[in-house]
């Protein structure tokens, strides 16, 4: 049996007649990001429709019950209410990421395990930390920043305020890639063995059953449960995490 690492697959190409921006690829990434998108929006629809005051739907009631963990998941990793504001953008990158990692389910490749995808992520939690640290303590306060505790240190201070993005890229990526290759070992190597096992049966009963990857059944289910829904829920639970203590550091000065 062949396993391919590869990445995402392109679908096909578009040309942009730019140079600098060379061709737009409409990868695999690129379609099940959408298809993630279109999921979460229509999820969002179907639960806020026919909101009422009094006598709630059970639907109804499970948004309001989303809303209250986001708005308690922000405030009380912050302590106040000034970062309220964070709580739309926390809540649909929470989403966004647990949905893009549990999607491999359905035999699709999960949108994270492309870098690109964590990477347009990160860049847009350190812009939202940049323009936070720049509000705190003005636009002088934060090129002071760098050269503190003394000037000699601002080329470290520099590369530790990029090290930023690039950590939260990183650590998603690795752990959700880390996941889906060791599946597909686990997938390839169970279907060695199953030709190995039964192979060895005489005629065409031999070459049928060998042929089957048998063990291929169950016990990747099991494993998935970590890899897939655990791993997939707590990726997205650090990056989240980390994007609201980021910025309310900043904040702080």
Same mark, same amino acid.
């Given at each position: 049996?062949?396993f391919?690492?590869?990445?995402?697959?392109?679908?096909f190409?578009?040309?942009?007649g730019?140079?600098i921006?060379?061709?737009i690829?409409?990868?695999?990434?690129?379609?099940?990001?959408?298809?993630?998108?279109a999921?979460?929006t229509g999820?969002?629809?179907?639960?806020?429709?026919?909101?009422?005051?009094?006598?709630?739907?059970?639907?109804?009631?499970?948004a309001?019950f989303?809303v209250e963990?986001a708005?308690n998941?922000?405030?009380?990793?912050?302590?106040s209410?000034?970062f309220?504001?964070?709580?739309?953008?926390?809540?649909?990158?929470?989403?966004t990421?647990v949905?893009?990692?549990l999607i491999?389910?359905?035999?699709?490749?999960?949108?994270?395990?492309?870098?690109?995808?964590?990477a347009?992520w990160a860049?847009?939690?350190?812009?939202?930390?940049?323009?936070t640290k720049?509000?705190?303590?003005?636009l002088l306060?934060?090129?002071?920043?760098f050269?503190? +505790? !003394?000037?000699?240190?601002?080329?470290?201070? #520099?590369? /530790?305020?990029?090290?930023?993005?690039? &950590?939260? @890229?990183?650590?998603?990526?690795?752990n959700?890639l880390?996941?889906?290759?060791?599946?597909?070992l686990?997938?390839?190597?169970?279907?060695?063995?199953?030709?190995?096992?039964?192979?060895?049966?005489?005629?065409?009963?031999?070459?049928?059953?060998?042929?089957? +990857? !048998?063990?291929?059944v169950?016990?990747?289910? #099991?494993l /998935?449960?970590?890899?897939d829904?655990f &791993?997939? @829920?707590m990726?997205?639970?650090i990056f989240?995490?980390?994007?609201?203590?980021?910025?309310?550091?900043?904040a702080?000065g």
């Amino acid at each position: 049996m062949n396993f391919d690492v590869t990445g995402a697959a392109v679908y096909f190409t578009i040309p942009t007649g730019i140079p600098i921006l060379g061709d737009i690829q409409i990868s695999e990434t690129l379609v099940v990001s959408w298809i993630v998108m279109a999921l979460i929006t229509g999820l969002c629809i179907w639960l806020t429709r026919d909101l009422k005051v009094e006598n709630i739907s059970k639907r109804q009631a499970l948004a309001e019950f989303l809303v209250e963990q986001a708005n308690n998941f922000v405030r009380n990793n912050t302590g106040s209410r000034k970062f309220d504001k964070l709580i739309p953008f926390v809540a649909a990158l929470f989403t966004t990421s647990v949905v893009s990692n549990l999607i491999s389910l359905t035999g699709l490749r999960s949108p994270t395990a492309d870098l690109s995808t964590e990477a347009a992520w990160a860049i847009v939690v350190f812009i939202m930390i940049t323009s936070t640290k720049i509000k705190a303590g003005g636009l002088l306060g934060y090129l002071k920043g760098f050269t503190t +505790p !003394i000037a000699v240190m601002t080329p470290f201070n #520099i590369l /530790s305020e990029l090290a930023t993005p690039v &950590s939260m @890229a990183c650590r998603h990526f690795g752990n959700i890639l880390s996941g889906v290759v060791i599946n597909g070992l686990i997938y390839a190597s169970l279907a060695i063995a199953s030709t190995a096992l039964l192979g060895w049966l005489p005629g065409a009963l031999g070459q049928i059953l060998g042929s089957i +990857p !048998i063990l291929d059944v169950g016990i990747p289910a #099991i494993l /998935s449960v970590y890899f897939d829904w655990f &791993s997939g @829920a707590m990726q997205a639970f650090i990056f989240s995490m980390l994007t609201i203590m980021y910025i309310a550091n900043a904040a702080e000065g």
